[in-house]
């Protein structure tokens, strides 16, 4: 590519893919160093958790990698990062943009799901993603969910999205916010996942480097956001009533996960590592 020139669409998947491992890079280092620091919590006679990553391959096309944590602070906390293409079914692409006529496709992203053993330090979920048919665009977003109530944790998640959206369009906080709360409702319950966060898809604004940059910061500030958050409450004394309430409000993330989330969709019409797509389920959860 000569400088100044445009991206053809192969660099833009290159450059996607590179940030998508970067910040997975980032984050994992981020979480461990929590596990590092957490010598005054319940579970402090435990050893630090430390990542254990496993690469995948797609028979049909690319693959990716997990990356599993279980610790003292993290119960279960799962960052992945994939870069799969094909063709899609007949059936699926006709909900897919551009892929009616053409099922060719291309995405690639990074997923993460947390799930802390204090039941104060809130369950969190970040993705973003950059998906090519004909058409092109990216899609993520992060979403905190408390176990416990916590307004504090709510309000200072919701302000830096909001600094971090209107560093590049006043118009992206509210309108994602809402599409982040109306997106993470359990229809069959009537009430939401948790305390909510942003949700974009389809970003396709027509200046690629404008959605590319707004796209990375989205991660940015989820990582930063939400360390800060687990590191104020992660040493703070639980006992069983706190317990079981955490498990019962994995239950509701369980369920919204199995029964409508579309991430969990497409991985598994695209013919996804199933270990990989199930990642974001909690390793302990009840049901009233």
């Known amino acids: 590519m000569i ?74 906390v799962g960052v992945n990062i994939s870069v799969v293409h094909g063709q899609f079914s007949e059936e699926f692409r006709k909900s897919i943009r551009g892929a009616d006529e053409d099922g060719r496709f291309w995405a690639g992203g990074i997923s993460l799901v947390a799930h802390p053993h204090n039941p104060f330090v809130p369950t969190a979920h970040m993705n973003t993603r950059f998906i090519a048919t004909t058409k092109s665009w990216f899609g993520g977003g992060g979403d905190l969910t408390p176990m416990l109530p916590d307004t504090e944790a709510a309000e200072a998640f919701h302000a830096a ?45 027509g200046d690629w480097q404008a959605d590319f940059a707004f796209t990375r910061d989205v991660g940015c500030c989820f990582r930063d956001s939400y360390c800060q958050i687990v590191a104020e409450r992660m040493n703070q004394p639980w006992g069983e009533a706190e317990r079981h ?44």
């Open 3 to 76: 400088a100044g020139e445009p991206l053809d669409l192969d660099e833009k998947k290159q450059q996607a893919a590179d940030w998508f491992r970067q910040l997975r890079d980032d984050i994992c280092q981020r979480f461990e160093a929590l596990e590092e620091a957490a010598g005054e919590s319940q579970l402090a006679d435990s050893p630090p958790g430390r990542f254990e990553r496993k690469p995948w391959q797609r028979p049909e096309g690319g693959g990716g990698e997990m990356g599993l944590m279980r610790g003292r602070v993290f119960e279960k």
């Open 245 to 288: 309430a955490q498990l019962v409000q994995r239950g509701r993330y369980v369920e919204f996960n199995l029964l409508q989330d579309r991430g969990t969709l497409f991985g598994l019409k695209t013919g996804g590592n199933i270990e990989a797509i199930l990642m974001s389920l909690p390793p302990e959860v009840r049901w009233p």
């Open 161 to 205: 999205l909001k600094t971090c959206c209107d560093g590049h369009d006043p118009a992206y906080y509210p309108k994602f916010k809402e599409w982040c709360d109306s997106y993470f409702f359990l229809n069959h319950r009537q009430e939401p996942r948790g305390s909510g966060g942003i949700f974009y898809d389809n970003l396709e604004t």
